[in-house]
């Protein structure tokens, strides 16, 4: 397959291509995106080929880094909803 460079046909992806390109996004996510912001995805094509379980996830900034998590139980956002995350442990009763 290739994804990173689509220009050249002749190139192989390589492992290290992903690795550059998920560290140079994840930048840029966490530049666009506040301590807490996300935005809820659903994943298609080959992303469910590689992580059939994660149909619906949430991107966001922990304050960190970008993480990815399970959003299936969330039919009450849509693909793009953007969302803030809080810590369970900041919340008071």
């Known amino acids: 397959m290739n994804y990173t460079k689509p ?4 190139y192989e992806d390589k492992p290290e291509d992903y690795l550059w ?9 966490g530049k666009m995106l506040g301590e807490g912001q996300g935005i809820l995805i659903d994943m298609k094509g080959d992303a469910l080929k590689l992580r059939p379980e994660a149909k619906r996830v949430v991107v966001f900034n922990d304050g960190k880094m970008i993480r990815v998590v399970n959003a299936e139980e969330r039919t ?18």
Do not use: Q
């Not at 390109?21 to 996510?29: I, N, P, S």
């Not at 969302?83 to 919340?91: P, R």
């Open 7 to 10: 220009h050249d046909k002749d």
């Open 21 to 29: 390109l998920t560290m140079a996004f994840g930048r840029a996510l």
């Open 76 to 93: 009450d956002l849509e693909d793009g909803d953007r969302i803030m995350m809080v810590d369970k442990g900041s919340i008071e009763n």
